[in-house]
Each structure stands twice: as structure tokens, then as C-alpha cells.
């Protein structure tokens, strides 16, 4: 195993000592690195969040503030423990709420004693690129030393022999679809390279490789029980089952069928408006696209062309094409945003994980999985909701089946049978076929009790719930401090819960939104 290298010396101003030469009399006193690296992390942290941070609007961050100092907080204590790979999780979470380039040097360090060189080399070119001039003509020509030092560790992999659109994955992380734009970068050691595809079988192989190896991997997709080759290359189905069309290699919902999901979004989604963490997104009549609010990770900059659904996460927003395939936008470090190659009827963005309902009914989720949460079960589904850290979806049979952390009963349903779910931040809510509302989990402020009567749709934020009540009225329970659970008048036919706030689609479709407007989210844009 290669043994990193001692940390860059840090020139801090701390007092009577340096950090530079605090980290020199650890190295003297004959510390390991890892412990170095830990007095950095910890003097880094107090710069990491300056008096006026990088947010999108730094004059109001305050909350972004404490909220990064909390994930610097649990970072060094992570480090102090020997979890420097939970540290770069929040160190990277402290980062997006407040970025500052000081901490992608963190970042870099913790790679490094990782032995993971094309992580390092990325976080501390990326400290070069935004510190620009703040940082010192000298401790630029140390970084740039280190990132040359990690490249030498640092192999190139070609990949070659798939069909266009098979999705690549390089030790189970998604590298993206065939033909690749470039070579995928690789550490020293073994790799397990593999690629699936719709109507293929999938298909792996080990590859051993040094420091600056360029080798090309050549990898073969046979086609799968069902399909058959059609003499070009291409692995085309046999036959597809009652209510779906063939088209290619892939069975898509018959127009007007009872499979028809992508037409017709099931009950309980949002499809034409969602509010995320700071932005909101809204599916126009013509199947376009619009955001606004927060856009620090491009997740209101949609793309364009023909939608059915869209969804907005924490930083990241994903829609669902006309034609059954998803796109996703915005933050994409825990691949939240890196949909599977397939046809979907549904799709919903969580926290950092998404989750979609695939044309078959089974389900496919994507990103951050530390709980589980991207881990669905076994069974076919008519729709599904991505919450913070757990997941619910609505099976074929009505029942509710969820996913993810489940301390505190968030992932527990009652029984019986639903038409639609929404999972928020700590809770849950789901309408029940007779139209009433049930909601589990946290129930601080009182999100998790629904008023009396019948609904049409439930949406749950992180700390309030709002719900379309089936005479057209919006109604919303939880916490009433931002304005968020207190709607307007009129009628809607779509409501979504953000973190602090809520936007709605009024029935003339018109667009209203209520509750913190800090960032813009609730200043939806003239119809």
C-alpha cells in the first residue's frame, strides 16, 4: 500500500505559532501524517467559513453560515476519529452550502491520505482555479509540486467494444454512456470496470494497473433472455408485454393503455410544479421547462425540449421527458444527477439521491446512500418520493413500501391503501384511497398532523406539509414560521413543499408561491 505524503505546510496566521510551523514540531516530534493532517483540517475549518462567505447571496447567510459550521464541526470530529472518509463527506457538504476554496485543500488532503490521487489532483486544481490571487505565489508552486506528485500515481483506462448508450461503471461508480468523451482515471491498484444496457446482459472484467498506465479495456454485451441479435450489432426484444409498444431495444408505454405512465403521471405527483431547497421549477403547458430561485449548481438552468414531470431536489433538479427517458440538472458529486440508461414513468429528486419508477414498474434510485436510501426493494410500483434520507413509493397494489433511515419511523406506512406518497425531510405523508391524509415519522410542529377532510394531493417540505383538498383549496400544517403552511386564497391544482417555503399552481395556471422568499424562490417568473 503506497503511504501518502506529509500534508503541504499551511501558512496561517494562529497566534504565537504559524500552522506552517505548528505542522513542522509534529513532524519533528515524530507524529504520524494522519495526525497532521488533522491539526490542518482543524485550523483550515476556521478559515473555511469567512465573515463574508461565497454563497449565492452573501449579504443574507447567515443560516447558510451556521449550517456549513455544523459540517465542519462534524468533520474534524470525524478526522480526530480516524474517519477521514465520513470527513470528506462533510467537508464536501460544508462546501456547498458556503463554498470557499480553502476547504477544497482540505479536501485534497483527506484524498491524499486516502491514497486517492485523481480525487486529490481534482480538489486542489480546483483550489488553484478559485483561490486565484489569494493565494501566494509560494504556496501555489507547493500545490502544483503535490498535484504533479499525484499524477505520476494516476492510470488512464480506454474502453472500447459497447454500443452506444451502454452505461459504464468503474468500481460500481457511474463513468457515463458509451462512446465515452475521454479516457476514465484511475489510481494505482485493481479496478473492476463494468457496462449494462437496455436488452443486454451486463458484463465486468478486472483490471490491474501502475501509475501512468494507458490501457484500453475492451468489454462485450451479449443479449439478454428476451432479446435477439438483429444481425447490425443491435439487440432488439422479442416481444413486449400487453399494454406496451416495442420500439428499438426498448418497450414503451402504448399511447391511451393502461401502461401508458408517462402520459399520465400518476396521482399525487407534483408533475407541474416543485420546490426544492432554494429553487422552484415548474412544467409549462407547452412541456417546457422553467426555474427560479437559487442557482449555484445550475439547478434551475433546465434544459431544453419536451417534458412530462419535473422534480427539484436539495441542489439538484430532474425531469421526465416525453419519450420516457430522464434528465437530470444541477449538483452531481454523489451522481444524484446521473440517471440510468431506461425508459421511466415516474422520477422523483431527493435530498442527494433520486429515484424513478422505470416503464416494467420496478425501481431504479441513483446517488447518496449512506441509509439505504437508494436502495429500493423488490416489487412493482406506481409511483415513488425521495425524501431527505429515505424513500416511499406506492406499489401496484396500493400498499406503501419505504426505504432509508428509519429511526425515528419515517419509513414505517400504516396499512392499507394510498394513492399517492410524499416522503420530506423527517416524515411522510401519503393520501389514502378514500382521500384522507396519514403521515408518519417526526411530527415536530405538528407536520405529521394532516386537518380533517379529503385531498386531492400531498406534498411534505422538511418542517411543514400542504395538500390539494378535492374542492380545489390548498391546506397546509406544520411549521408556521417562515409563512410557509399559510397559503392564499383561490384554487390550485398543484402544491409543493419546499424547505421553507411553497409554491402552487393556481387553476387558472397561474403560479403562487409563500413563505422565505431570501433567494428568490418564491418570485416565480411572468406566465
Known amino acids: ?11 496561517l496566521d494562529c497566534g504565537k505559532e504559524s500552522g506552517e510551523a505548528q505542522a513542522r514540531t509534529m513532524q519533528k516530534e515524530g507524529h504520524e501524517m494522519v495526525h497532521v493532517l488533522k491539526k490542518i483540517i482543524l485550523v483550515l475549518a476556521m478559515l473555511a467559513i469567512p465573515a463574508g462567505p461565497a454563497f449565492a447571496r452573501a449579504d443574507s447567510a447567515a443560516k447558510a453560515r451556521a449550517e456549513a459550521k455544523k459540517h465542519f464541526d462534524r468533520a474534524m470530529e470525524l478526522n480526530n476519529d ?8 462533510e467537508f464536501k457538504r460544508a462546501y456547498e452550502i458556503a463554498p470557499h476554496h480553502t476547504v477544497l485543500y482540505n479536501l485534497g488532503q483527506a484524498y491524499i491520505t486516502l491514497a486517492k490521487p485523481v480525487e486529490a489532483v481534482a480538489a486542489l486544481q480546483r483550489y488553484l482555479d478559485e483561490g486565484g490571487k489569494a493565494i501566494k505565489p509560494a504556496r501555489r508552486a507547493e500545490v502544483e509540486q503535490e498535484i504533479a506528485r499525484q499524477k505520476t500515481r494516476i492510470a ?3 474502453i472500447r467494444g459497447l454500443p452506444d448508450g451502454a452505461r459504464v461503471r468503474v468500481n460500481g461508480v457511474d463513468a457515463g454512456k458509451a462512446p465515452l468523451g475521454k479516457p476514465i482515471l484511475v489510481g494505482i491498484g485493481d479496478h473492476v470496470v463494468s457496462a449494462t444496457a437496455e436488452g443486454y446482459d451486463p458484463a465486468e472484467t478486472k483490471v490491474t494497473v501502475a501509475g501512468e498506465d494507458r490501457r484500453t479495456v475492451e ?3 451479449n443479449c439478454a433472455h428476451g432479446t435477439h441479435n438483429d444481425g447490425g450489432g443491435t439487440c432488439v426484444r422479442v416481444g413486449c408485454a400487453s399494454g406496451y409498444r416495442l420500439a428499438g431495444a426498448q418497450c414503451l408505454p402504448e399511447s391511451g393503455s393502461s401502461g401508458d405512465k408517462s402520459s399520465a403521471p400518476a396521482a399525487g405527483n407534483s408533475a407541474t410544479i416543485s420546490s426544492g431547497r432554494y429553487h422552484t421549477c415548474r412544467l409549462k403547458e407547452d412541456g417546457t421547462i422553467v426555474c427560479w430561485g437559487v442557482n449555484n449548481h445550475g439547478q434551475a438552468t433546465p434544459p431544453a425540449g419536451s417534458f412530462a414531470t419535473v422534480s427539484a431536489g436539495y441542489w439538484h433538479t430532474c425531469g421526465l421527458r416525453s419519450d420516457g427517458t430522464i434528465a437530470c440538472w444541477g449538483f452531481n458529486d454523489d451522481r444524484e444527477a446521473a440517471p440510468p440508461a431506461a425508459t421511466f414513468a415516474f422520477v422523483s429528486a431527493g435530498h442527494w439521491h433520486t429515484c424513478g419508477v422505470k416503464s416494467d414498474g420496478n425501481i431504479a434510485c441513483w446517488g447518496y446512500n449512506k441509509y439505504g436510501q437508494a436502495t429500493p426493494p423488490a416489487g412493482t410500483f406506481a409511483s415513488v418520493s425521495a425524501g431527505a434520507d429515505h424513500t416511499c413509493g406506492v406499489k401496484t397494489d396500493g400498499t406503501i413500501a419505504c426505504w432509508g433511515y428509519k429511526y425515528d419511523g419515517r419509513t414505517t406506512p400504516p396499512a392499507g391503501v394510498f394513492v399517492s406518497v410524499s416522503a420530506g425531510g423527517s416524515h411522510t405523508c401519503g393520501v389514502r384511497g378514500d382521500g384522507t391524509i396519514a403521515c408518519w415519522g417526526d411530527n415536530t410542529g405538528g407536520r405529521s398532523t394532516p386537518p380533517g377532510g379529503t385531498f386531492a394531493t400531498v406534498s411534505a417540505g422538511r ?3 400542504c395538500g390539494v383538498k378535492t374542492d380545489g383549496t390548498v391546506a397546509c400544517w406544520g411549521d408556521h414560521t417562515s409563512g410557509a403552511a399559510t397559503p392564499p386564497a383561490g384554487t390550485f391544482a398543484s402544491v409543493s413543499a419546499g424547505v421553507s417555503f411553497t409554491c402552487g399552481v393556481k387553476t387558472d395556471g397561474t403560479v403562487a408561491c409563500w413563505g422565505d422568499n431570501e433567494y428568490g424562490q418564491c418570485r416565480p417568473p411572468a406566465r
Do not use: D, F, Y
Not at 500500500?1 to 501558512?11: A, D, E, I
Not at 480516524?82 to 463527506?89: N, S
Open 82 to 89: 480516524g474517519q477521514v472518509a465520513e470527513a470528506i463527506i
Open 463 to 465: 418542517s411543514h406539509t
Open 156 to 158: 488512464t483506462l480506454e
Open 219 to 221: 468489454l462485450t454485451l
Open 1 to 11: 500500500m503506497l503511504t501518502p505524503k506529509t500534508p503541504l505546510n499551511v501558512r
